[in-house]
């Protein structure tokens, strides 16, 4: 029997991947470079939708109001294309950082918005009657005990938003904002091993941005719910279930 015609495949593909890292290899100064810029494009548009979306969704889980705007939000922020915001941002902002990460907040904000609403809505009402009857004010039972018993859920949202963020950030180059997606969009400089390895090294960037968040998680999740956090949480933006 001859080769088939998919060893052929198997082997480009092959080489095309041994290709890609050995790029990554040798132009390990820019791909640490650009990576550098892509760590701090993502960290700008997280900490913005952190500060913007999780007091508003938390707040609105509280006082147990709000689930219009928080799902609505969500979906409308699901809806509009990432490209279609950095379109209208050029107009007020010009090419550069800025503009990038308000597309990328915009993507951001949704599903750590939703998942905060949800996961303070979702607190045992014992509990905080419990804490009431202790004379807590709303604030202390807010912060001492809605937010640590829905800190798993709201972490599901935030380790999607940051995936998200990361993956997504490769559109930076289209309006100057650097990153690793300068190399993903640019084949004619550097080659289908250079998008290639960009790519992997993009995916490598959002696995371990949301494991790093998992232990952070962990960390901060108190002793008594420590054994939920190794169970599947669903991320109530997407519908995706998450480790």
């Known amino acids: 029997m001859g080769p088939r015609p998919e060893d052929g495949v198997i082997a480009a593909d092959l080489g095309v991947f041994s290709d890609a890292l ?3 290899v040798d132009e ?3 791909i640490l470079e650009k990576t550098w810029e892509h760590v701090q494009l ?5 900490g913005i939708a952190l500060l913007v979306a999780l007091p508003v ?10 689930s219009f705007v928080a799902i609505n939000l969500a979906n409308v922020g ?30 951001a904000v949704p ?7 949800v996961a303070v809505d979702g607190v045992e009402p014992d509990a905080v009657e419990a804490a009431r009857g202790m004379g807590m004010t709303k604030g202390q039972i807010l912060r001492r005990v809605e937010l640590p018993m829905a800190l798993p859920l709201i972490f599901a949202g935030i380790r999607t ?26 084949r004619a400089a550097y080659g289908l091993e250079g998008v290639v390895g960009a790519a992997i090294c993009v995916s490598l960037l959002a ?3 949301d494991f790093v968040l998992g232990l952070v998680q962990r960390l901060l999740t108190p002793a008594g719910l420590r054994a939920g956090v190794h169970a599947l949480e669903p991320d109530v933006t997407t519908g995706v279930t998450r480790l």
């Open 57 to 66: 969704g938390a707040w609105l889980g509280h006082v147990h109001r709000g």
């Open 207 to 209: 696995l371990a941005a």
């Open 22 to 24: 050995q790029f990554v």
């Open 161 to 186: 938003a940051v995936v998200f963020v990361v993956a997504t950030a490769t559109i930076a180059a289209v309006a100057g904002g650097g990153g690793l997606g300068d190399i993903i969009v640019n």
């Open 28 to 30: 390990r100064t820019l």
């Open 42 to 46: 993502s960290g700008a548009a997280i």
């Open 111 to 117: 599903p750590i918005l939703t998942n905060a609403y």
């Open 78 to 107: 699901r809806a509009l294309p990432s490209l279609a915001v950095i379109a209208i941002g050029l107009a007020f902002l010009g090419i550069g950082f800025a503009n990038v990460t308000l597309a990328l907040v915009v993507l």
